[in-house]
């Protein structure tokens, strides 16, 4: 999943780029309103992570920008501003959840992951053939046996599986797995296909992964 952070406070920014990628998450960072409404517009985020109190054009102001122009990519309000009216005017502009600064990291992620779960196909457990992917606990199984995976090949086969039977291209996951500093002439993607291909189809008769040449990849059970 690609989360934008618009956050201006650098600390703070790295800590969340830090914490989301940690958990294989595709993160993009920018510290202002106008950055923010630029890249919304131009990159396919599944979430955005907003501060109000930003140089330029406030969060608020990005988010109704942004709800105007009909985007309805889930956005958590992330501020220091906590007063009952900040919340409603933040809820009412158009915002999925709010959350205060000092806050836990773990509550954070708990939250973006329940906005990347409303509406179908989202939901905790992913069934694939054999393969079971948990999302709530980041864990995958196939045929009753564990798979140990890292974070990037974990967001690599949950993007796959939520797409499954049908094809992805490198650009799909280049723009949902990786983050905008992706070199889209490196053969990264092709790298990982190998890794997840190694853990989820060499030990097993049937294979999940198949490549279609040219265009991409498609995670698939047999018929």
Same mark, same amino acid.
Do not use: C
């Given at each position: 999943?690609?989360?934008?952070?618009?956050?201006?406070?650098?600390?703070?920014?790295? %800590?969340?780029?830090?914490?989301?990628?940690?958990?294989?998450?595709?993160?993009?960072?920018? =510290? /202002?309103?106008?950055?923010?409404?630029?890249? *919304? $517009? =131009?990159?396919?985020?599944?979430? !955005?992570?907003?501060?109000?109190?930003?140089? +330029? #054009? /406030?969060?608020?102001?990005?988010?109704?920008? #942004?709800?105007?122009? +009909?985007?309805?990519?889930?956005?958590? &309000?992330?501020?220091?501003?906590?007063?009952?009216?900040?919340?409603?005017? +933040?809820?009412?502009?158009?915002?999925?959840?709010?959350?205060?600064?000092? %806050? *836990? %990291?773990?509550?954070?992620?708990?939250?973006?992951?329940?906005?990347?779960?409303?509406?179908?196909?989202?939901?905790?457990? &992913?069934?694939?053939?054999?393969?079971?992917?948990?999302?709530?606990?980041? =864990?995958?199984?196939?045929?009753?046996?564990?798979?140990?995976?890292?974070?990037?090949? %974990?967001?690599?086969?949950?993007?796959?599986?939520?797409?499954?039977?049908?094809?992805?291209? $490198?650009?799909? &996951?280049?723009?949902?797995?990786?983050?905008?500093?992706? @070199?889209?002439?490196?053969?990264?993607? /092709?790298?990982?296909?190998?890794?997840?291909?190694?853990? !989820? @189809? /060499?030990?097993?008769?049937?294979?999940?992964?198949?490549?279609?040449?040219?265009?991409?990849?498609?995670?698939?059970?047999? =018929?």
């Amino acid at each position: 999943m690609r989360i934008l952070v618009v956050e201006d406070e650098a600390r703070v920014q790295s %800590f969340l780029k830090r914490g989301l990628t940690e958990a294989g998450m595709a993160v993009d960072v920018v =510290s /202002d309103g106008e950055s923010a409404l630029q890249d *919304a $517009r =131009s990159a396919p985020y599944d979430a !955005i992570v907003l501060d109000l109190t930003l140089p +330029g #054009l /406030d969060g608020l102001e990005v988010l109704q920008e #942004l709800r105007a122009e +009909g985007s309805s990519i889930p956005v958590l &309000i992330l501020t220091a501003r906590d007063s009952v009216n900040d919340r409603v005017h +933040g809820l009412d502009a158009g915002a999925d959840d709010y959350l205060v600064k000092p %806050f *836990a %990291f773990a509550e954070l992620l708990a939250r973006i992951r329940v906005l990347l779960r409303r509406g179908a196909p989202h939901t905790n457990e &992913i069934v694939v053939g054999d393969l079971v992917i948990d999302v709530a606990k980041r =864990s995958a199984e196939r045929s009753g046996q564990n798979i140990d995976l890292t974070a990037k090949e %974990f967001a690599l086969l949950e993007y796959m599986a939520r797409h499954a039977g049908e094809v992805v291209t $490198r650009t799909m &996951i280049s723009e949902h797995v990786w983050d905008i500093n992706f @070199d889209t002439l490196s053969n990264v993607i /092709d790298v990982y296909i190998r890794y997840l291909r190694r853990k !989820i @189809d /060499d030990p097993f008769n049937a294979k999940l992964i198949k490549t279609r040449r040219g265009v991409g990849y498609v995670l698939q059970a047999e =018929s």
